[in-house]
């Protein structure tokens, strides 16, 4: 009599567990596009009107004097050696992770030297924080002991970004040109 | 004392006089990294190799054109980049260190002016021996990385 009573309840168990499980797995399908707001010069930046176009994503400071400009030169040489209408296809995006020290003019002086569209985005740490964590990327503020007082940790791939705003892969710090170019082809 | 004396004593206490007033460090490929004129920062790159049968350390480099001029190592932990500013760097007896991008370099802090590409900067490099060499490093630009150098 006891076991008769459980049936019903372990089917309905299961198939409870079912739904929520076929639930679930359809909300991760269905994953939101990106979209977010930061400031660039003179005003607000929209993620999502870039749609239409691949995007690169990179964030740094421009205290960096080593690996940052390592990556803008790659971004720089990559992009110059595919064809125009590659190029404009693509959207490369550098969010600036130091706001104390970096100002939007001084970023997009900065950009300009390395021979490249870069649109250049800052905003509050908490702002930041938020857009970093779309990217599962990370920084943090961290003062040493040097005339730097202190420096950003910060995690050094390039996110890519479709056309209609889903995240994709990233691209590791540190690869040669050609491979950069190889994952820019991949997804154009 | 008669003069082959002094001619076997000459010979016997150049080579020494000689060793005492080297470094025994020799560097080569050495390079000030050129950054965009909005940059208050750069670095400077080479590689150290040290002929003698003892360790000799890195402490300090001087150069006039920045405020400060400190010793950097950039360390990667799980895809995050951490740089820290370092005592010394060790260059192994009868070996050699290499100061490269994403690793040790010297970092130039506070640029008196902008780099110009091609210019040629004095830097002085100071080692625990007490003893010192000032090397001439030509501003360049560090290309994207080419397969050649990833390797």
Same mark, same amino acid.
């Given at each position: 009599?006891?076991?008769?009573?459980?049936?019903? $309840?372990?089917?309905?168990?299961?198939?409870?567990?079912?739904?929520?499980?076929?639930?679930?797995?359809?909300?991760?399908?269905?994953?939101?596009?990106?979209?977010?707001?930061?400031?660039?010069?003179?005003?607000?930046?929209?993620?999502?009107?870039?749609?239409?176009?691949?995007?690169?994503?990179?964030?740094?400071?421009?205290?960096?004097?080593?690996?940052?400009?390592?990556?803008?030169?790659?971004?720089? &040489?990559?992009?110059?050696?595919?064809? &125009?209408?590659?190029?404009?296809?693509?959207?490369?995006?550098? $969010?600036?992770?130091?706001?104390?020290?970096?100002?939007?003019?001084?970023?997009?002086?900065?950009?300009?030297?390395?021979?490249?569209?870069?649109?250049?985005?800052?905003?509050?740490?908490?702002?930041?924080?938020?857009? &970093?964590?779309?990217?599962?990327?990370?920084?943090?503020?961290?003062? $040493?002991?040097?005339?730097?007082?202190?420096?950003?940790?910060?995690?050094?791939?390039?996110?890519?970004?479709?056309?209609?705003?889903?995240?994709?892969?990233? $691209?590791?710090?540190?690869?040669?040109?050609? &491979?950069?170019?190889?994952?820019?082809?991949?997804?154009? | 004392?008669?003069?082959?004396? %002094?001619?076997?004593?000459?010979? %016997?206490?150049?080579?020494?006089?000689?060793?005492?007033?080297?470094?025994?460090? #020799?560097?080569?490929?050495?390079? %000030?990294?050129?950054?965009?004129?909005?940059?208050?920062?750069?670095?400077?790159?080479?590689?150290?190799?040290?002929?003698?049968?003892?360790?000799?350390?890195?402490?300090?480099?001087?150069? #006039?054109? #920045?405020?400060?001029?400190?010793?950097?190592? +950039?360390?990667?932990?799980?895809?995050?980049?951490?740089?820290?500013?370092?005592?010394?760097?060790?260059?192994?007896?009868?070996? #050699?260190?290499?100061?490269?991008?994403?690793?040790?370099?010297?970092?130039?802090?506070?640029?008196?002016?902008?780099?110009?590409?091609?210019?040629?900067?004095?830097?002085?490099?100071?080692?625990?021996?007490?003893? +010192?060499?000032?090397?001439?490093?030509?501003?360049?630009?560090?290309?994207?990385?080419?397969?050649?150098?990833?390797?």
């Amino acid at each position: 009599m006891k076991s008769y009573r459980r049936f019903p $309840i372990s089917i309905f168990t299961i198939l409870f567990l079912f739904l929520f499980v076929l639930h679930c797995s359809k909300q991760k399908k269905e994953a939101k596009p990106i979209d977010f707001t930061l400031d660039t010069i003179d005003k607000k930046f929209h993620f999502q009107d870039g749609n239409g176009k691949l995007r690169l994503i990179y964030f740094g400071f421009l205290s960096c004097p080593d690996v940052c400009p390592t990556t803008f030169q790659t971004i720089s &040489a990559s992009l110059n050696s595919i064809s &125009a209408k590659e190029q404009s296809e693509i959207e490369i995006i550098y $969010i600036d992770l130091d706001p104390e020290r970096d100002t939007l003019p001084n970023i997009k002086k900065y950009l300009d030297y390395f021979r490249v569209d870069m649109i250049p985005l800052t905003g509050s740490i908490e702002e930041l924080k938020k857009v &970093a964590s779309i990217f599962k990327a990370s920084f943090s503020k961290v003062p $040493i002991e040097s005339n730097l007082i202190y420096t950003i940790d910060h995690t050094t791939s390039v996110y890519l970004v479709d056309r209609e705003g889903n995240y994709i892969e990233k $691209i590791p710090h540190g690869i040669p040109v050609e &491979a950069f170019v190889g994952y820019l082809k991949k997804h154009l | 004392m008669t003069l082959t004396k %002094i001619i076997l004593f000459l010979f %016997i206490l150049f080579p020494a006089l000689a060793q005492e007033n080297e470094t025994n460090i #020799s560097t080569n490929g050495e390079l %000030i990294r050129m950054v965009p004129p909005s940059t208050q920062n750069s670095a400077c790159f080479l590689k150290l190799t040290n002929s003698s049968a003892k360790d000799i350390k890195l402490t300090k480099v001087e150069s #006039s054109i #920045s405020k400060s001029v400190e010793l950097h190592e +950039s360390v990667m932990d799980s895809g995050k980049m951490m740089m820290r500013p370092i005592a010394d760097i060790t260059i192994p007896a009868n070996g #050699s260190v290499e100061l490269k991008p994403g690793s040790l370099h010297i970092m130039f802090l506070g640029l008196v002016s902008p780099l110009k590409l091609g210019d040629s900067h004095k830097v002085k490099l100071i080692f625990d021996t007490k003893k +010192s060499i000032t090397i001439q490093a030509s501003v360049k630009e560090i290309p994207g990385m080419t397969k050649k150098m990833a390797e």
